[in-house]
């Protein structure tokens, strides 16, 4: 059992019994695809080149194909959140000269410190407020991220 199938380029189908006087002012290319039950192979004339593939040798094993993980193309933003203090941003009108009112953010003052961490003999640096800033200072680090409950070991 054998199929034929043509194909369709430009609106102009192409079949076997094309010839090159009948589209000598178009460039021929004829597909032709026979399937029979024990082999299988495309082939394609253009300009004369015969290429010709088993598609038997192109199928893939049946397994379950699963979508690669997911990463996005950029990096996440830090969340301005200081994590000692818990302080975020806040929202906020800003109030024009004629009273018009329009809403805006009141950001945390966070900045990036390197503090000595006595316990772990080292530095660690940390995204803090200004205000949780004067608390180390006044309290010490262990004391601020224990009431916290921040774990400095991971970081």
């Known amino acids: ?78 969340k301005r959140v200081c994590p000692f203090t818990g302080k975020k941003s806040n929202k906020a009108n800003k109030v024009s000269h004629s009273n018009h009112k329009t809403k805006k953010l009141q950001f945390v003052n966070l900045q990036y410190k390197r503090i000595w961490w006595e316990a772990g003999k080292r530095y660690v640096k940390l995204r803090l407020s200004t205000k949780a800033i004067k608390t180390i200072e006044k309290n010490g680090l262990d004391a601020v991220a224990k009431k916290a409950g921040i774990d400095l070991r991971k970081e």
């Open 1 to 78: 059992m054998a199929t034929t199938i043509t194909a369709t380029i430009g609106g102009l189908a192409m079949s076997p019994q094309t010839t090159m006087a009948a589209a000598a002012n178009r460039p021929l290319l004829k597909t032709s695809m026979k399937m029979g039950s024990e082999l299988g192979f495309v082939t394609s004339q253009l300009n004369g080149i015969k290429i010709s593939c088993n598609p038997n040798q192109f199928k893939l094993p049946p397994t379950t194909l699963s979508a690669p993980p997911f990463r996005p193309s950029l990096q996440p933003v830090a």
